[in-house]
């Protein structure tokens, strides 16, 4: 099977997602900016997911410019992830409409992490599929970034119920990561096709 139709699919299923999310943003009764305090909470939980969407987007998309055949599993392991990702809009809402509870906290970190295993297994199969001397195994390397997420998802969860702060800030944190822009597969890709020519 071509990767087109999971990428096309996988790009629906986010702009929907994403649709969903902005949808949530209520318009206030009043005129005045003193009528939209009340929204910055919800706000602000939209600008985080809305963060994370466009990571996944972007990172899926580099991740499929390695990939020359798709298999089944790659299927559902792709399934998988926006299954967590379609979890977004719903633990965004829950967490701004709550203003940041514990319990929206540990739920919003609870999703977050699902995704990043559910990416993390997609990423592995991927490899699996195209073997050992694979371009995204080569580009890859040691994955810190991809490592280090799922540790911070962790300690966000378990600290939700502690302090909604030092929560929400891991969770920035990891945002701040994976926004700064990740060439890893560029690079490789580009050093495959001078290595073709």
């Given amino acids: 099977m071509t990767k087109g139709r999971l990428e096309a699919f996988t790009d629906g299923v986010l702009a929907i997602i994403i649709t969903i999310m902005v949808l949530e943003l209520k ?72 203003h940041f509870t514990n319990a929206s906290l540990f739920l919003y970190g609870v999703v977050l992490l699902g995704a990043a295993i559910a990416y993390f297994v997609l990423q592995n199969l991927i490899i699996k599929s195209h073997g050992d001397n694979s371009i995204l195994k080569k580009a890859l390397g040691k994955d810190l970034k991809g490592k280090m997420s799922p540790v911070l998802y962790l300690l966000g969860i378990s600290s939700s119920f502690i302090s909604v702060w030092i929560s929400g800030v891991l969770y920035i944190v990891v945002a701040i990561i994976w926004l700064i822009p990740d060439t890893r597969i560029e690079k490789t890709l580009k050093k495959e096709r001078q290595m073709n020519h």
């Avoid at 009764?29 to 809305?50: A, C, Q, R, T, W």
């Avoid at 599993?73 to 633990?91: K, R």
């Fill in 27 to 98: 318009v206030p009764h009043g005129g005045s900016f003193e009528d939209l305090k009340s929204l910055l909470p919800v706000f602000l939980s939209y600008v985080l997911s809305f963060i994370y969407l466009a990571i996944y987007w972007n990172n899926h998309h580099h991740m499929m410019q390695t990939v020359k055949h798709v298999t089944g599993t790659i299927l559902w392991a792709n399934m998988h992830l926006l299954f967590w990702l379609s979890l977004v809009p719903f633990v965004t809402g829950w967490m701004g409409e709550n």
